[in-house]
Structures are given as C-alpha cells and as structure tokens.
C-alpha cells in the first residue's frame, strides 16, 4: 500500500526513510514463522508504518502492534492508517521500562551508532528482536561489546544490493540518509534466556530478498 504523506517534509536528522514494502512484507512473514497466535509486538521507531503494514499482511491483528514514533506529524499518520493500533508519540528511549513484549520489529535509525542503542533498547523490551541493520554492524566491534555480550544472533538475512527505501529528501531535493546503506535482517535473542540447542543461524537465499520483478 503507498501512502500519501500529504506533502510532510521528511526530516534526515531524524533518519526519516522507510523499509519498502516488498521488504517490509517479508520481514512480517519470517516474524509470523516464528510467532504464532497474537503476541505482543513492539516497533520502536514506527516512520509512517511499512513494517507495522508489513506485520498486518503477515496475518498479525493490529491490536497486538504497539508503534512508537518520536514525530507527531507521522503519529498522526499512523493514527489515520492504522486504526486500532496503539501509537505511542515519544522518544523510545523514553518508553516505561516496565513494558514487555514477545518480540521487537524494527528498523530503527542507523547513524551515528544509533543501530548499536537500538538493538539494545529492543533487547530491554524483547526477548527476541528482528531489526534491520547495517550489513557491517555484524562485523562491527562495538555491536560485539555492546549488545552480542549479552545477544546472539540466530538467523540473518543479508538483502542484495541496496533496498531502495522511501524518504527524506535535502533541500537540493536528492534522496539522503541510510538509504545508502546495505542492509541485513537480523534476529537477536537475549542470552538472558535459557540456550536452546541448535540455534538455527542461517543465510536466507538471496531470491528471497530480491525485489519481485514486474511482469
Ligand atoms: C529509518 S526510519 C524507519 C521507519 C520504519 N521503522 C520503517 O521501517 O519504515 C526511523 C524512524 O524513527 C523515527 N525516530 C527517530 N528517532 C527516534 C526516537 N528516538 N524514538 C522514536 N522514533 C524515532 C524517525 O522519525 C523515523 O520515522
């Protein structure tokens, strides 16, 4: 589904570009492999909801999702194009530290090391996170020391190529932001949890990812 922003300038400061919804699509279906039944879903940096539509195809009911999102403008947005779902208009490192959830779909700004604070706060809220990252945060020193001390990472799907994703646009009016970035889907599980036994950890075959092409 596209969705009309009604012309609302999109903020890069903020990170403001968002999954495309063939990725968004799937995403949902690999959660729904996992999550049968309604459990209680947390998208921590919602934009205009590409992963929150994303999780409804999946088969989802609107009531399980909470969506967070720091600007009002897209609050509102989700408000209109979700009815149901709960919208919680706030920093997400504001959130009530109390709250849990069975599970955290994100993809939640990247610059500036922000994946590395996101994928820890999700693992606050989460047993078990699926975000989309940096493909080179996996590789990354401080994402070891600061979230695989505590995590593991039990599946990932690595996309071909860039995904081209929707948002902000500079003032010159090229696309700006993360969009730059390759990117992969990976789940994190607290190690907080008992470990089970075979761990699946696995590459999703690359034709999984690709962009459907028309016909
Ligand atoms: C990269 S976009 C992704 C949006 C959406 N998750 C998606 O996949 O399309 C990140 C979103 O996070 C919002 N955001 C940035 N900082 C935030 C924060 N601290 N707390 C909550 N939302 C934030 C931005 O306004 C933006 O809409």
């Not at 205009?48 to 994303?54: E, H, N, Y």
């Not at 990247?110 to 999700?122: C, H, R, T």
């Not at 989460?126 to 020391?145: G, K």
Request: hydrophobic share 40%.
């Amino acid at each position: 589904m596209q969705v009309n922003l009604n012309g609302l300038e999109l903020v890069g400061e903020l990170s403001q570009w968002f999954t495309p919804d063939w990725l968004a699509e799937r995403i949902g279906r690999a959660v729904r492999q996992h999550f049968t039944g309604t459990p209680r879903i947390l998208e921590p940096t919602a934009g205009d909801g590409a992963l929150v539509a994303g999780l409804i195809a999946a088969g989802f009911p609107v009531e399980c999702i909470t969506a967070v999102e720091t600007d009002p403008r897209l609050c509102r947005v989700l408000r209109e194009r979700f009815p149901g779902l709960e919208v919680v208009c706030m920093q997400a490192q504001l959130l009530d530290p109390a709250l849990r959830f069975d599970v955290v779909v994100g993809n939640t700004p990247y610059e500036n090391g922000q994946d590395v604070e996101f994928a820890n706060l999700a693992l606050r809220y989460a047993p078990v996170a699926y975000l989309v990252v940096r493909s080179e945060l996996l590789q990354m020193v401080s994402f070891h020391e600061d979230v695989l001390s505590h995590a593991e990472v039990t599946w990932e799907a690595r996309c071909v190529g860039r995904p081209s994703f929707r948002g902000a646009q500079s003032k010159s009016g090229k696309k700006t932001g993360s969009g730059l970035f390759e990117v992969t889907v990976a789940r994190l599980r607290g190690l907080a949890l008992p470990k089970v036994e075979n761990v699946e950890t696995c590459s999703i075959p690359v034709e999984y990812w690709r962009k459907p092409t028309k016909t």
